[in-house]
């Protein structure tokens, strides 16, 4: 069965640093373009970023441009999220998912499969 499973979520201090990891199993990785999204408790999901298939492309939301940085080793079916300089408002369940078709996009539609979540906590 298709499946994407988040790791590497936790709590951590504000201005701390944490690497989230979206493996894949069930299909091949390395065809498809991967976006991370977030969940705030009470708000709806938000687009964080997108890589494309091959890695050469990436794209990021203006909340964590310049903090978080996406990536992905296809020889192990995995994408990243490293996120540095981490604030409160970084408290999310974060999520990855694949996209269906087209370019990287930050809105739901085109992404088909999705991962259960990790939890992130940015508190002193």
């Known amino acids: 069965q298709l499946q994407l499973v988040e790791s590497g979520g936790g709590l951590v201090q504000p201005g701390g640093s944490l690497r989230l990891s979206c493996a894949a199993s069930?299909?091949?990785?390395?065809?498809?373009?991967i976006g991370w999204f977030r969940q705030a408790p009470g708000k709806e999901r938000e687009g964080v970023s997108c890589?494309?298939?091959?890695?050469?492309?990436?794209m990021y939301a203006g909340s964590v441009k310049g903090r978080f940085t996406i990536s992905r080793d296809n020889t192990k079916n995995t994408v990243f999220l490293q996120m540095n300089s981490l604030r409160p408002e970084d408290t999310a369940v974060y999520y990855c998912?694949?996209?269906?078709?087209?370019?990287?996009?930050?809105?739901?539609?085109?992404?088909?499969?999705w991962g259960q979540g990790t939890q992130v906590t940015v508190s002193s």
């Open positions: 890589i494309s298939s091959s890695g050469m492309y990436t």
């Open positions: 998912a694949r996209l269906k078709f087209g370019r990287c996009l930050l809105s739901e539609s085109p992404y088909d499969y």
């Open positions: 069930g299909f091949t990785l390395d065809y498809y373009a």
